[in-house]
C-alpha cells in the first residue's frame, strides 16, 4: 500500500480482520470506533484506537488523514434514507486534509430485488427498502466528495457476511421458521476473512470510481443457508412454512431477507483485485466457523 497509514472509520470485525493483514504488511493502523473496544490478540499493540461519536457533529474530531487511506466500514443509522453519518465525517474533514485513497463498504442490497437474474456492477441500483436507499446515499455522497476534491473512492457491494461468531446460531436454536425454499428468494454470502483480503486488495488496487461486488460467488435459497448449519451442526432443520405466514410470522426485516433476491456476480472482483477465495463455497467457511460442542 502507498499510503503511509491506515485509517479504519468503524472499526469492528471486519475493521480489526484488515488491520491484522494491513500489520502483516508493515503498515501503520488507526481505528476509529464509536466505544471502547477490546483488541483482538492479533493486533494487541499494533493498533491506535481513537473513540469519535460519528452522530454527533457538534464534538466529532477525526485523526488527520492527510496521505492516508481510509476504510470507512461504520454503518447507516437507523432510520430514513440519507445516511446522516458519512455526512458528518465527509463534514468533518479539515480542509485541505485529502486521504490517498477511500473504500467504502456498501450492500448488495442497493440493487434491490432481482429475481433470477445475474448482477454485476452495471446493472443501475434499485433498492426499495431504507437500507438499500441509505447505502445507496452513502455512496453517492463518497463519490461526489471524492471527484470534487481528486480522491479516489472504491465502492464494496458486500454480501451477507459469515464467519466466526457471524452464524445466525440463536434463530436456530429457537427454532424459527424459515420461507419454504420454492418461494424463498437466492442470497449470496462472503467469508469474513475473505472479505478482509478484498477489504486490503481495494486498498491497494482499486482505482477511482471502482465498484465491485463483493461475494464467494455461489448462489442459493436463505433457506438452503440455514440447513447447511443445521445439517453440520447434526440438528434437526429449521420448519418451513408458505409466503403468507412468513409474511405474518416473521419481522419485516427478516422478511426482506428471506423474499429478497439476487444472484450476484463476483468476477470483477477476482479479476481486477486479483482475489483467490480462501472459502470458495458455504460449506468450507462454515466448517471453521461453527461451534465445535
Given at each position: 500500500?502507498?499510503?503511509?497509514?491506515?485509517?479504519?472509520?468503524?472499526?469492528?470485525?471486519?475493521?480489526?480482520?484488515?488491520?491484522?493483514?494491513?500489520?502483516?504488511?508493515?503498515?501503520?493502523?488507526?481505528a476509529v470506533s464509536r466505544g471502547e473496544k477490546s483488541f483482538p490478540e492479533s493486533v494487541k499493540g499494533g493498533v491506535t484506537?481513537?473513540?469519535?461519536?460519528?452522530?454527533?457533529?457538534?464534538?466529532?474530531?477525526?485523526?488527520?488523514?492527510?496521505?492516508?487511506?481510509?476504510?470507512?466500514?461504520?454503518?447507516?443509522?437507523?432510520?430514513?434514507?440519507?445516511?446522516?453519518?458519512?455526512?458528518?465525517?465527509?463534514?468533518?474533514?479539515?480542509?485541505?486534509?485529502?486521504?490517498?485513497?477511500?473504500?467504502?463498504?456498501?450492500?448488495?442490497?442497493?440493487?434491490?430485488?432481482?429475481?433470477?437474474?445475474?448482477?454485476?456492477?452495471?446493472?443501475?441500483?434499485?433498492?426499495?427498502?431504507?437500507?438499500?436507499?441509505?447505502?445507496?446515499?452513502?455512496?453517492?455522497?463518497?463519490?461526489?466528495?471524492?471527484?470534487?476534491?481528486?480522491?479516489?473512492?472504491?465502492?464494496?457491494?458486500?454480501?451477507?457476511?459469515?464467519?466466526?461468531?457471524?452464524?445466525?446460531?440463536?434463530?436456530?436454536?429457537?427454532?424459527?421458521?424459515?420461507l419454504n425454499e420454492a418461494e424463498a428468494g437466492y442470497t449470496n454470502r462472503i467469508h469474513a476473512d475473505d472479505l478482509a483480503q478484498v477489504c486490503l486488495a481495494a486498498l491497494e488496487r482499486g482505482e477511482a470510481g471502482d465498484i465491485f461486488?463483493?461475494?464467494?460467488?455461489?448462489?442459493?435459497?436463505?433457506?438452503?443457508?440455514?440447513?447447511?448449519?443445521?445439517?453440520?451442526?447434526?440438528?434437526?432443520?429449521?420448519?418451513?412454512?408458505?409466503?403468507?405466514?412468513?409474511?405474518?410470522?416473521?419481522?419485516?426485516?427478516?422478511?426482506?431477507?428471506?423474499?429478497?433476491?439476487?444472484?450476484?456476480?463476483?468476477?470483477?472482483?477476482?479479476?481486477?483485485?486479483?482475489?483467490?477465495?480462501?472459502?470458495?463455497?458455504?460449506?468450507?467457511?462454515?466448517?471453521?466457523?461453527?461451534?465445535?460442542?
Amino acid at each position: 500500500m502507498e499510503c503511509k497509514n491506515l485509517i479504519i472509520i468503524g472499526c469492528g470485525d471486519t475493521g480489526f480482520r484488515v488491520a491484522r493483514l494491513a500489520l502483516d504488511r508493515g503498515v501503520p493502523v488507526t481505528a476509529v470506533s464509536r466505544g471502547e473496544k477490546s483488541f483482538p490478540e492479533s493486533v494487541k499493540g499494533g493498533v491506535t484506537l481513537l473513540t469519535a461519536n460519528l452522530d454527533d457533529p457538534e464534538t466529532l474530531r477525526l485523526p488527520d488523514v492527510s496521505g492516508c487511506a481510509v476504510l470507512y466500514s461504520a454503518p447507516p443509522p437507523g432510520g430514513g434514507i440519507i445516511d446522516t453519518r458519512v455526512k458528518n465525517f465527509l463534514a468533518a474533514l479539515e480542509p485541505g486534509a485529502a486521504p490517498c485513497k477511500i473504500v467504502y463498504l456498501s450492500a448488495t442490497s442497493v440493487y434491490g430485488s432481482c429475481g433470477d437474474e445475474l448482477v454485476d456492477e452495471t446493472r443501475p441500483p434499485g433498492a426499495l427498502n431504507h437500507t438499500g436507499r441509505r447505502r445507496l446515499d452513502a455512496e453517492q455522497q463518497f463519490l461526489a466528495w471524492g471527484a470534487a476534491r481528486g480522491v479516489p473512492v472504491v465502492i464494496l457491494r458486500i454480501s451477507g457476511i459469515y464467519g466466526p461468531g457471524r452464524v445466525p446460531l440463536q434463530r436456530i436454536y429457537d427454532r424459527e421458521p424459515l420461507l419454504n425454499e420454492a418461494e424463498a428468494g437466492y442470497t449470496n454470502r462472503i467469508h469474513a476473512d475473505d472479505l478482509a483480503q478484498v477489504c486490503l486488495a481495494a486498498l491497494e488496487r482499486g482505482e477511482a470510481g471502482d465498484i465491485f461486488n463483493v461475494s464467494d460467488g455461489e448462489t442459493s435459497r436463505m433457506t438452503d443457508y440455514f440447513n447447511a448449519i443445521t445439517d453440520l451442526l447434526q440438528l434437526p432443520r429449521l420448519p418451513q412454512v408458505s409466503l403468507a405466514e412468513a409474511r405474518q410470522a416473521m419481522s419485516p426485516l427478516m422478511f426482506g431477507y428471506m423474499t429478497d433476491s439476487r444472484r450476484i456476480d463476483n468476477r470483477k472482483m477476482l479479476e481486477k483485485l486479483g482475489i483467490k477465495l480462501r472459502y470458495p463455497t458455504l460449506r468450507e467457511g462454515l466448517k471453521g466457523s461453527l461451534p465445535t460442542e
